[in-house]
């Protein structure tokens, strides 16, 4: 097999070769490649140690990423290149980061510690692929398999529990018989994985092509590391949040919003719950602000007829995300032909264009008065905004028009 790899990553290899280091692309990079996909980045691994590297290298600029793990970055026509030694781990006590690592003369000393058979791949231009596990045939094949015994795998780190949940997810491959059940007996050993690591996989999860089918059979998992969900999981709502998530497009707000919305016993129960369980995550405001919003609205009578109502309380941005959810919690609920919810959001999205399009009043910017003019009404205070509020309102319904003397009379009527 022969990849085509970026000049920056050629020339790597290749100045590590010619000052005698054996190296090669390594992992994910090797594993898209094969997968018919294109890198998002790519990593090295090398006979060099961090000395070597930076010797190899003297005159780039160079971050020294992680020396003590034998790892140092390498930016080569703008590109960043992680460059590792090839290494062995010693064991890890903390059950997450091995507590020593040993340099190694062997490339394959170094692919066997790795998590899956897919990511244990390396490739150089002079010696093709080496694949000591059988990646290549498990990515043929579609399977996520642990190198060597799973559960020694997964007692070394615990974060791979749910990376194998997230490739299973993002590939749609399923999880091979003997590393699905040690991840099943090993869940309790996600409790040395940080909140913000299992954010970052659960959200990797759920923005996958397969995350229903992932949820569905490893539901303990799920409850493992957010215990708040038990009531959800143990219940019936349990397949209606499943549908949803099928339903939504594969946005992190949507999926979340979706995946979370009926955590709770309402809509406002679910949102408080939903805010909760992302803030104990560490998630970002914004997601936090998004998502619990999404779930408190996700009832939302939506009508083309009151869309610019809805608009003018929403904006947007928030619109725009609610019509889908929306329609995937109808498709849900199972009690409407598809056809009918299809025409229904397709007439919703055309309404929603249309009002963004025509640039129709919606915001108390585009009213045709402002505050000035209120206070020059006599109008003072908090008087003021509530006043220019019940004129939108009244604008956006269709009552008064969105011109400066029929607003200004109106004001004065009170």
Request: with cysteine.
């Given at each position: ?10 020339e790597?290899?290749s100045r ?6 054996a190296a ?5 990079c090797?594993?898209d490649?094969v997968l ?7 990593d ?10 930076l010797?190899?290298f003297?005159g780039?600029?160079?971050i020294e990423?992680?020396?003590?793990h034998?790892?140092?970055?390498v930016l080569l ?9 090839f290494?062995?781990d ?6 997450r980061?091995?507590d020593?690592?040993r340099?190694?003369?062997?490339v394959e000393?170094?692919l066997?510690?790795?998590d899956?058979t ?9 010696d ?5 596990f059988?990646?290549?045939e498990?990515?043929?094949?579609g399977?996520i398999?642990?190198v ?6 997964f007692g070394?780190?615990a974060l ?10 993002r590939?749609g491959?399923?999880?091979e ?5 040690a991840?099943?007996?090993?869940k ?7 909140r913000?690591?299992i954010?970052?996989?659960?959200t ?9 089918s992932?949820l569905?059979?490893?539901p ?18 349990w397949?209606?949040?499943?549908l949803?998530?099928n339903?939504?497009?594969r946005d992190?707000?949507l999926?979340?919003a979706a995946f979370?919305r009926l955590?709770g016993?309402?809509a406002?129960?679910s949102?408080?719950l939903a ?8 998630m970002?405001?914004k997601?936090?602000d998004?998502v619990?919003?999404l779930?408190?609205?996700?009832d ?7 869309l610019?109502e809805m608009?003018?309380?929403v904006?947007?941005?928030?619109l725009?995300q ?26 919703l ?7 963004l ?9 585009q009213?045709?008065?402002n505050?000035?003019d209120?206070?020059a ?8 905004g ?6 939108l309102?009244?604008v956006?319904?269709?009552q008064l028009?969105n011109?400066r003397?029929a607003?200004l009379?109106a004001?004065?009527?009170?």
């Open positions: 097999m022969v990849l085509s790899l970026p000049g920056p990553v050629e790597a290899l590590l070769e010619a000052a005698g280091f090669y692309a390594v992992g994910g090797v594993r490649h018919g996909f294109t890198p998002h980045d790519y090295i691994c090398s006979a060099a140690t961090p000395d070597d590297t010797r190899v003297a780039e600029r160079i990423t992680g020396l003590k034998g790892t140092v970055t026509s703008g590109m960043p290149l992680e460059i590792t030694t290494r062995v010693g064991a890890y006590s903390d059950g980061h091995p020593e690592v340099f190694t003369a062997r000393d170094d066997s510690r790795r899956f897919i990511n244990a791949m390396a490739y150089s231009p002079r093709g692929l080496v694949d000591p059988g990646g290549q498990d990515c043929k094949r399977v398999r642990c060597g015994a799973p559960a020694a795998r070394e780190d791979r529990i749910l990376r194998a949940l997230r490739f299973s997810s590939l491959f399923p999880i018989e003997a590393t699905a059940g991840v099943r007996e090993g309790a050993q996600l409790c040395h994985v940080s913000e690591r954010a970052v996989e659960l990797g999860l759920l923005q996958g092509k397969d995350a229903v992932v569905w059979q490893f303990q998992v799920v409850e493992t590391v957010l215990p708040e969900l038990h009531p959800l999981l143990s219940g019936p709502d397949e209606k949040t499943l949803t998530v339903a939504v497009p992190v707000y999926r979340w979370l955590c016993p309402a406002a129960g949102a408080d805010r909760g369980i992302l803030k104990s995550l560490k970002s405001g997601i936090m998004t619990s919003e779930v408190q609205l996700q939302a009578e939506l009508r083309p007829e009151t610019q608009l003018m309380r904006g947007p941005e928030r725009g609610l019509i889908p959810l929306r329609q995937a919690v109808r498709i849900s609920q199972q009690n409407e032909s598809m056809e009918r919810i299809a025409q229904d959001t397709e007439a999205k055309e309404k929603l264009d249309t009002l399009r025509e640039n129709v009043c919606c915001t108390l910017a009213l045709a008065v505050g000035k209120m206070a009404l006599g109008l003072r205070g908090s008087a003021i509530k006043t220019l509020q019940e004129l309102l009244q956006v319904r269709g028009p011109q003397d607003l009379n004001a004065k009527q009170g």
